[in-house]
C-alpha cells in the first residue's frame, strides 16, 4: 500500500512563496514513475478541488485556470517524491493542500481517479 506524507505548508504573506513536497513510500521508484500524481486543496466549507497533476514520466502536467502561471508540479522519480511550488500567494490560496497518486500513468483532475491520499499540509496566506 502506498502511503504519501505532505510536508512544507505554513504561513505565508500573499505574494510570497511556499514549496511543498509529498514522499511516498511503499513503492519502488520504478513503480511510482508509472503513477499519475496530483494536487488537491480544500478550504474551510469548501469542496475539494483540483490544483495540478502530471504523468508518470514528468513530461505532462495540467493545471487548474486559478493557479496556472503561478504554480508549478513537478516530481523525482529517483526520491519517490511529489513537489508543489508556489509563488505570488493569494489569500484565497489558503486551504489544506493534499497530494494524490492513482494507479495510471496519464494525469487525472478528477479525484476518483486517485486512489491513495495523504493527509494534506496547511498553507494560510495573510494578506
Known amino acids: 500500500q502506498v502511503r504519501l506524507v505532505e510536508s512544507g505548508g505554513g504561513l505565508v504573506q500573499a505574494g510570497g512563496s511556499l514549496r511543498l513536497s509529498c514522499a511516498a513510500s511503499g513503492v519502488s521508484g520504478r513503480t511510482f514513475s508509472s503513477y499519475a500524481m496530483g494536487w488537491f486543496r480544500q478550504a474551510p466549507g469548501k469542496e475539494r478541488e483540483f490544483v495540478a497533476t502530471i504523468s508518470g514520466d514528468g513530461y505532462s502536467t495540467s493545471y487548474a485556470n486559478s493557479v496556472k502561471g503561478r504554480f508549478t508540479i513537478s516530481r523525482d522519480n529517483a526520491k519517490i517524491t511529489l513537489y508543489l511550488q508556489m509563488n505570488s500567494l493569494k489569500p484565497e490560496d489558503t486551504a489544506v493542500y493534499y497530494c494524490?497518486?492513482?494507479?495510471?500513468?496519464?494525469?487525472?483532475?478528477?479525484?476518483?481517479?486517485?486512489?491513495?491520499w495523504g493527509q494534506g499540509t496547511q498553507v494560510t496566506v495573510s494578506s
Open positions: 494524490a497518486v492513482r494507479a495510471g500513468i496519464q494525469p487525472a483532475t478528477t479525484m476518483n481517479y486517485y486512489n491513495y
